[in-house]
């Protein structure tokens, strides 16, 4: 069988996205498409016919049943370049093989990222973990500060590795604003889960402007698959027991029931249901039986 390929991530191939001050992702290699997966699907389900409508109707069934396996089939390998700090949260995304740049073997850049103005913002008073909207008053200054911080560190480092002292140990000293490196691997049903996760509003600007340019390269390799996650993942809004319980007794004219922040969270999310943009229906699919 030949390789499927995507003339659309063809041409990503090799091209730096640029992604914050120093930073970008590239797409290396790929393995597989839209095709890949309802080829392993069918090996399950049965060969039946292979038009374009159905390629798209199964793909949509398989996602929005929770049917995944077959878009493990695709690999995505990507090189990336993005502060410490950014890769730190990034890793914890186990589900990825990555080999990282090593400060043992080599002498770390002097290349360290810098905020812009508008990303130098105060401590949200509702999140402990997030930044507000209001950009601080003395933003420039603070800028000004870290810029000449990292020169001070870098120098201190290199006259560290000048005076004989074992990278190793002279790295110890770089602040995470620090770019690294590295190769990272996943498959696209892995990948789609990172997303999910960092291209949300909540996660940080720094990390979430990475996955956007990963998500750029993912629409290219599988968009038929793209176009699925964004309808049932992306924009589909989960409920708790006690929220259908709530929608069950509004829908019958009744309050929700709910108060305080349960109440908050539940308003959040049908106010969410209004703003979303559905994609075309697709064939219906019936479950596949034994």
């Not at 990825?96 to 043992?104: P, Q, V």
């Amino acid at each position: 069988m030949a390789r499927s390929t995507s003339p659309e991530a063809d041409a990503l191939l090799d091209q730096e996205i640029k992604v914050l001050d120093k930073g970008f992702v590239r797409l290396v290699d790929y393995l597989g498409n839209d095709e890949r997966i309802v080829q392993a699907a069918r090996v399950s389900y049965g060969s039946g016919t292979k038009s374009f409508r159905q390629d798209r109707a199964l793909i949509h069934y398989l996602l929005r049943n929770d049917h995944t396996s077959p878009f493990e089939q695709v690999i995505l390998t990507f090189h990336c370049k993005m502060p410490i700090f950014v890769a730190r949260q990034w890793v914890r995304h186990r589900t990825a093989r990555l080999n990282e740049i090593s400060g043992r073997y080599s002498i770390m850049k002097d290349e360290f990222y810098v905020p812009s103005v508008d990303q130098m913002r105060g401590q949200s008073e509702d999140n402990k973990q997030a930044r507000s909207e209001d950009v601080v008053a003395d933003g420039g200054r603070m800028i000004d500060q870290m810029a000449e911080d990292q020169r001070q560190l870098y120098k201190h480092y290199q006259d560290m590795v000048a005076g004989g002292l074992a990278r190793e140990i002279a790295r110890a000293n770089l602040p995470l604003s620090l770019y690294t490196e590295w190769y990272w691997q996943i498959d696209l049903h892995n990948l789609m889960r990172f997303l999910h996760l960092r291209m949300d509003s909540h996660a940080q600007y720094e990390i979430r402007v990475f996955a956007e340019a990963m998500a750029q390269c993912a629409k290219a390799v599988a968009p038929m698959a793209y176009e699925a996650f964004e309808e049932h993942i992306v924009g589909a809004v989960r409920f708790s027991r006690a929220e259908c319980a709530a929608l069950a007794q509004m829908l019958s004219g009744g309050e929700s029931g709910l108060d305080g922040r349960a109440l908050a969270i539940f308003e959040q999310k049908l106010a969410r249901m209004k703003s979303v943009n559905p994609a075309e229906p697709t064939d219906e699919m019936a479950a596949p039986t034994d």
